[in-house]
């Protein structure tokens, strides 16, 4: 059974940083493009950035200069590390994976929420 189970989700104060963490259970996570997206009330689900399997990143454009994102292979990990968190951040955060051949697996969603 492919898991993947996010965490670090939570309140974080305007300006303040975050890091969010996913472990994949169930997949060669080797093979696997893997990254994360977020969805806010009302709006589409959007990348946030994703770690392709040949090590390239891909980073989107809402939060260019503010996210960092890394996989460990050994551990079965990608993280992502948000900066200079603003209200518009709040959002529900998902661990994703891809790869040529196989299902797109999506994990059950970390809330953060952006607030004073």
Known sequence: QVQLVESGGGLVQ?????????????????????????QAAGKQR???????MDGRTIT????EGRVAISRDNAK?????????????DTATY?????????PKYWGQGTQ????S
């Open 46 to 52: 959007e990348l946030l950035a994703m770690k392709l």
């Open 14 to 38: 305007p300006g303040g940083s975050l890091r969010l963490s996913c472990e994949a259970s169930g997949i060669h996570f080797a093979i696997f493009s893997v990254g994360w997206y977020r």
């Open 94 to 102: 998902y661990c994703y994976a891809e790869a040529p051949g196989w």
């Open 76 to 88: 079965k990990t990608v993280d992502l590390q948000m900066n200079s968190l603003k209200p518009e």
């Open 112 to 115: 953060v929420t952006v607030s």
């Open 60 to 63: 989107g454009s809402s939060v």
